[in-house]
């Protein structure tokens, strides 16, 4: 069941999709096409001249340029890719109601090449017996921070190691089975390496967010 609006959303990004598709055509032909094609419930890619292509609405990177433009399908496609990596693009097309499988996919892609997304699996730790989880603040000696940093990555029970800025140097997420585990593994590996001199840590009680869930604001930078 399409959300409240939906049919109006879904109708603005096909006007998009045909003024970007017809640029180059007479555009007295352009709302006669768009009111045929949105009542047909697609784009047919046969009838779209092939140098006009979904990926002219989302301007490339360019070495040197941070500069992109996000349009109402590439944040749908990346709205939808948020929610189940694994959707299609016929299931997307779908529900959106107005453009193909065919768009969708491509649309995915120059996205993929962009750097914008990727799509992956993703392991979820306690589905693998690792109850807890915490996030350590590591204070090294100055100099030091890359190679404490690299010794963790050798470590099974550290899924994640930035360098920082502030009082700590490093901010590491452990998982372990249990207390007494990670216990273990703070008394036992983690202050005995060397350049390691302070650890400050902050056990997980909920997490309400993460990167995945991150949402692309409305104005970009």
């Not at 999709?17 to 094609?37: G, M, N, T």
């Not at 070495?63 to 992109?68: A, F, I, M, Q």
């Not at 979820?124 to 963790?152: D, Q, T």
Request: charged share 30%; glycine share 6%.
């Amino acid at each position: 069941m399409s959300a409240p609006g939906a049919s109006a959303h879904a109708s603005s990004m096909c006007r998009a999709e045909i003024s970007a598709y017809c640029r180059s055509e007479d555009q007295s032909v352009i709302p006669a096409r768009f009111d045929q094609l949105v009542s047909r419930g697609g784009l047919p890619d046969r009838q779209l001249p092939a140098r006009h292509t979904t990926a002219s609405l989302m301007p490339l990177r360019e070495e040197g340029d941070v500069s992109l433009t996000l349009d109402d399908l590439d944040r749908a496609i990346l709205g939808f890719l948020g929610e189940d990596g694994r959707m299609s693009s016929a299931e997307m097309a779908r529900r959106l109601g107005c453009v193909s499988a065919r768009a969708v996919r491509r649309r995915i892609n120059k996205l993929i090449e962009t750097g914008i997304v990727t799509v992956k699996g993703e392991l979820v730790p306690k589905a693998l017996g690792y109850e807890f989880s915490a996030n350590i603040s590591v204070e090294v000696e100055s100099g030091r921070a890359r190679e404490v940093a690299e010794a963790m990555l050798k470590r099974d029970n550290i899924n994640y190691v930035s360098i920082v800025t502030g009082e700590s140097d490093l901010i590491l997420g452990a998982i372990a089975a249990d207390l007494p585990n990670f216990q273990r593994f703070m008394l036992e590996e983690l202050q005995r390496i060397p350049g390691v001199q302070r650890t400050k840590t902050h056990i997980i009680a909920e997490i309400l967010e993460t990167e995945r869930d991150w949402r692309v604001p409305e104005e970009l930078p």
